[in-house]
């Protein structure tokens, strides 16, 4: 097994266990892989944060043709709405099952909190080994964005009982695509 398949597959396991789920798709499977999860859970409609990346993978392409309904514009309107969103994360942490936003984006924060399913799509090669090795590579960057979000699992609180909800803060699931992208 080469470092960067355990690496994807310690990143699954810690997901699993804050109840989120994994996927992993070649590039040109990718927006399939993406189009097939709002099928199979019945969402008709999202706001996607593009990027290039997402460009690139043609992931809105592929939801219209699924007949999903898609806001690329305008998100703030639509994403209270919305059943799902989709954006891209930039890193992601093995450890912790995590992924990261890095960046000025408020689109892609606002699909990450307001949809009740919410997809990040991130790169295999920028998922890292743990928390240490993610503060490294933010403490090597040459200016630290104004947002750097961690984003473990859905959304969950508890009130003084200890009575745990779900979505309150964020999306009541959460599904995170990894891109074999090297």
Same mark, same amino acid.
């Given at each position: 097994? &080469?470092?960067?398949?355990?690496? #994807? +597959? $310690? ?9 989120? %789920? *994994? ?15 709002? $099928?199979?859970?019945? @969402?008709?409609? =999202? *706001?996607?944060?593009? =990027?290039?990346?997402?460009?690139? @993978?043609? !992931? ?19 994403? +209270?709405?919305?059943?799902?969103? !989709? ?6 942490i ?5 992924? @990261?936003?890095?960046?000025? %984006?408020?689109?892609?924060r606002?699909?990450?909190?307001m949809?009740?399913? #919410? ?5 295999? &090669? =920028? ?11 933010? *403490? ?8 750097? /979000?961690? !984003?473990?699992g ?5 009130? !003084?009982? *200890?009575?745990? =909800?779900?979505?309150v803060? /964020?999306?009541?699931? @959460? ?8």
């Amino acid at each position: 097994m &080469s470092t960067t398949d355990a690496l #994807y +597959e $310690r990143f699954k396991t810690n997901l699993a266990a804050v109840n989120g %789920e *994994c996927s992993l798709a070649v590039k040109a499977d990718a927006a399939k892989v993406v189009a097939d999860l709002f $099928r199979e859970k019945g @969402l008709k409609t =999202t *706001c996607v944060a593009e =990027t290039d990346f997402l460009r690139e @993978l043609g !992931i809105v392409p592929a939801l219209k043709e699924a007949g999903i309904e898609v806001f690329t514009d305008h998100i703030r309107l639509h994403a +209270e709405t919305a059943q799902g969103g !989709i954006s891209e994360a930039q890193y992601g942490i093995a450890d912790l099952g995590s992924i @990261l936003q890095v960046g000025d %984006e408020v689109d892609a924060r606002i699909v990450a909190t307001m949809a009740e399913d #919410y997809v990040g799509i991130v790169k295999e &090669s =920028t998922i890292v080994d743990d928390y240490d090795a993610m503060f490294d590579l933010l *403490c090597g960057l040459p200016e630290l964005p104004n947002f750097v /979000g961690f !984003i473990t699992g859905p959304s969950r609180t508890a009130d !003084i009982e *200890c009575v745990s =909800t779900v979505g309150v803060h /964020g999306p009541l699931r @959460l599904n995170i695509v990894v891109v074999q992208d090297a």
